[in-house]
């Protein structure tokens, strides 16, 4: 029988273990030999990545077992962390390990424990590596290496290096140099003759979603690089990867007309980049990780590419892209191909991301990662519906809706539900309506959910992402604004029970709507940026690769100090509208926890309603089991408290005044 209870007051079957237990799944996916490997997050284990493979039809198997964990550093957020290289003696595997950092040979069908070829560094995680590729000759891996050089964040040195496979000692300099064209860098790609390599390379102030430059060297006799030319790319145009067609041959993903389209190159110059298939959309997307894969060749001049998050064949001597009919709508940056299979990462709102083996030519797939058991009935999961919002300006806004959904309650006559208000992180980023435990956690208790998609957001164009230059702050708060109090006006959502959420950029975000709009009632903070000034200035803060992301997000310092201090929500934390929740990782090196301990003391005393909960041994963003389940935990009670009313199943938030 169905109950009648209120809005956010109702039991669901979904509980803080399953959204914990959901937490993990496949990423960087890629088939070798008719076989599927992939990295598998895993948060009953301290949130380490495994190393796994399995064939259709067969079991999956750990390559490495734990406490192996196979991740990096580079750029902080990681790039492509394992490989499987052709050598003299047979294919071997490589790969990081997040505790030391270092590069390792393994034999994935031997019995060795693998074996350290890159230096052990003079400072704990001094080097790091990521995006591999075996060198000419099968001896050496070629790879993107950073080196820290001083004792600031910003103090990284990137070079493109050669390893032998043999191993290395003690000395850094044992590892060859190749190039470094630039500040950042992608791993190199070689040429199927062995002539030349190709890389994507940018400099500060330039994001890699405003503007890189496609380079090309020759291989000489020795295996070292010649002096590198640009053959795309730019001030304005980004290109966010690179495959080898032949061997003068590119084709890349880039965007001088406004949208990530697929352009073959002739790397001599002797003709003009040429788009294979115009198209108003974005086949490619922010290259936030070095190694992400958008499209993979099928051979025949067709592609598998990525139409924002849809799979899409791309016809080159058709110009077409033609969408894959098949019932999995948001694929992930994880596409690679051979002998007319194709391997990615793939889920949507009912069905957990998983690796997915698609036979190109019969339509068949199978699932190499098979859903769980114990995933929620699907009744209590929501269905995402795409809305286009209008703002007071007249601009649209697209966002995901979630309406409250839970088979056993119904709420009183004339009542609506809160709603929670999520805004993503990058900022250069966007929401894609695949499987969200997160969100169904709430909407099976009675909770409107809405993702916004801000102005910024990838996936709709450089026009659209550009809406944020120097607006942060303003379009991104203004465009959550404008959907919440539209949904409110339409009658879908109770207007007087509003909370806004996000994590890193979304916190930003969150914040910033808490400190300077009236819309919302409280809001929870996730590991965010509180001061730019503090988080971005000489010497400030954050690591290198996005210390110089607030000169297109606000401005250029010292100039536009001023615009810092007015968007500061730590500057402005007497205007809060509400009460706050603040979570926050320890060992944080892209937000760290300075900037929320000094908002947080500052509310001390204040009469205002807040928290503050602090995750050991957590980085950017939460991976452990325990401290998902604390962080869901604490912001269902936080919602209960502040809105009045009950929620069970979770222990009482603590809120300080």
């Not at 791993?187 to 002539?195: A, E, N, Q, T, W």
């Not at 007087?496 to 903070?525: F, K, M, N, P, Q």
């Not at 760290?592 to 909960?613: N, S």
Request: net charge negative; charged share 20%; hydrophobic share 40%.
């Amino acid at each position: 029988m169905v109950k009648i209870a209120p809005y956010g007051t109702w039991t669901s079957p979904i509980g803080v273990g399953d959204v914990a237990a959901l937490g993990g799944g496949p990423q960087w996916a890629a088939l070798r030999d008719g076989q599927a490997w992939w990295a598998e997050a895993r948060p009953a284990e301290g949130g380490r990545l495994a190393l796994c493979r399995a064939k259709p039809g067969e079991p999956a198997r750990d390559v490495l077992p734990a406490p192996w964990n196979v991740r990096n550093r580079v750029h902080e957020y990681g790039g492509t962390p394992w490989a499987l290289l052709d050598t003299p003696v047979g294919t071997r595997l490589v790969f990081t390990h997040w505790d030391d950092q270092r590069w390792y040979l393994h034999d994935p069908d031997g019995t060795d424990d693998p074996m350290p070829i890159s230096p052990e560094p003079v400072r704990r995680h001094g080097l790091r590596y990521a995006d591999a590729t075996g060198g000419p000759d099968g001896t050496e891996l070629w790879c993107v290496r950073e080196t820290v050089t001083g004792d600031l964040p910003t103090d990284i040195h990137r070079d493109l290096v050669a390893i032998p496979l043999s191993g290395v000692g003690t000395d850094p300099g044992e590892a060859r140099r190749l190039t470094a064209s630039h500040h950042f860098l992608t791993g190199p790609k070689i040429s199927p003759d062995g002539r030349r390599v190709a890389w994507i390379g940018w400099n500060h102030p330039a994001m890699p979603w405003d503007g890189t430059e496609l380079c090309v060297a020759d291989i000489t006799g020795h295996g070292t690089l010649g002096p590198h030319r640009v053959v795309a790319g730019g001030p304005t145009e980004a290109v966010c990867q690179v495959e080898w067609d032949g061997p003068d041959t590119v084709v890349a993903l880039t965007d001088p007309d406004g949208w990530w389209n697929l352009y073959r190159i002739d790397v001599t110059g002797a003709t003009a980049p040429v788009n294979l298939a115009p198209v108003a959309d974005e086949l490619g997307g922010p290259m936030w990780r070095v190694g992400s894969r958008w499209f993979t060749p099928l051979g025949g001049d067709r592609y598998a590419v990525l139409r924002t998050t849809r799979l899409a064949v791309l016809d080159a001597a058709a110009g077409t892209v033609t969408d894959v009919a098949i019932d999995l709508p948001v694929w992930h940056a994880d596409l690679t191909a051979a002998g007319g299979a194709l391997l990615g990462i793939a889920g949507g709102p009912s069905s957990e991301d998983a690796v997915v083996w698609l036979d190109m030519a019969s339509g068949r797939l199978d699932e190499i990662t098979p859903q769980r058991p114990d995933l929620p009935d699907a009744a209590y999961l929501p269905a995402p519906v795409a809305r286009t919002f209008t703002d007071p300006r007249g601009r649209t806004v697209p966002a995901y809706l979630y309406l409250p959904a839970n088979p056993d309650f119904t709420a009183p006559d004339g009542t609506l539900p809160p709603l929670i208000v999520h805004a993503h992180g990058g900022p250069t980023g966007s929401f894609a309506p695949g499987f969200a435990p997160t969100i169904a956690f709430f909407t099976s208790r009675g909770f409107a959910f809405v993702a916004v998609n801000y102005g910024g957001s990838t996936g709709y164009g450089r026009q659209f992402r550009e809406r944020l230059r120097e607006q942060w702050g303003v379009v991104d708060v203004a465009d959550c604004a404008a959907v919440a109090e539209c949904l409110t006006a339409e009658g879908t959502v109770d207007g007087r029970r509003i909370a806004i959420r996000g994590g890193s950029a979304g916190g930003w975000t969150a914040a910033a709507s808490l400190t300077s709009v009236s819309t919302y009632h409280c809001g929870t903070v996730m590991f965010p940026i509180l001061d730019p000034e503090m988080w971005t200035a000489e010497g400030g803060q954050t690591h290198d690769f996005e210390s110089r992301y607030m000169d297109g997000l606000i401005g250029a310092l010292p100039e536009h100090a001023d615009r810092y201090a007015q968007r500061s929500p730590a500057r402005h934390a007497d205007r809060l509208a509400g009460p706050v929740l603040m979570l926050q990782g320890l060992d944080d090196q892209i937000c760290p926890p300075v900037q929320a301990d000094k908002f947080i003391a500052g509310l001390r005393g204040t009469g205002i309603p807040h928290a503050y909960l602090t995750f050991e041994g957590e980085q950017h963003g939460f991976r452990k089991a325990e401290s998902i389940r604390a962080a869901i935990a604490a912001e269902l009670s936080f919602y209960g408290q502040v809105f009045g009313f009950t929620t069970p199943g979770v222990p009482t938030l603590d809120l300080l005044r």
